[in-house]
């Protein structure tokens, strides 16, 4: 089993930055890719970005290239999503997500562990 646990969301005004960070415990060597995902109010759950565990390989959704980036520190077990020049649509409650295959990067469904979540919001 692994456990995941976010943190870094919060209110911010349009334009502005905020980190937010994933922490993950227990069998973290099965590990291949984390990744974010975000579900806005009535609308499905949708991959924002990616990074495989050992290589660094990362992906990203089209709608947030070149103002999010993710990273990871292996040492810590902990993969970052640094969200700049913020806008309202990205409004969401953010997920972190673990997979141990590696099968695809951007497909929700092949995720299994998943965190409780972290709730952003942009203010325009």
């Known amino acids: 089993q692994v456990q995941l646990v976010e943190s870094g969301g919060g209110l911010v005004q349009a334009g502005g930055s905020l980190r937010l960070s994933c922490a993950a415990s227990g069998r973290t060597f099965n590990i291949k890719v984390m990744g974010w995902f975000r579900q806005a109010p009535g609308k499905e759950r949708e991959f924002v970005a990616a990074?495989?565990?050992?290589?660094?390989?990362?992906s990203y959704a089209d709608s947030v290239k070149g103002r999010f980036t993710i990273s990871r520190d292996n040492a810590k077990n902990t993969v970052y999503l640094q969200m700049n020049s913020l806008k309202p649509e990205d409004t969401a409650v953010y997920y972190c997500a673990a997979d141990r295959f590696g099968a695809s990067m951007t497909q929700r469904v092949l995720y299994e562990y998943w965190g409780q979540g972290t709730q952003v919001t942009v203010s325009s």
């Open positions: 990074i495989t565990w050992s290589a660094g390989t990362t």
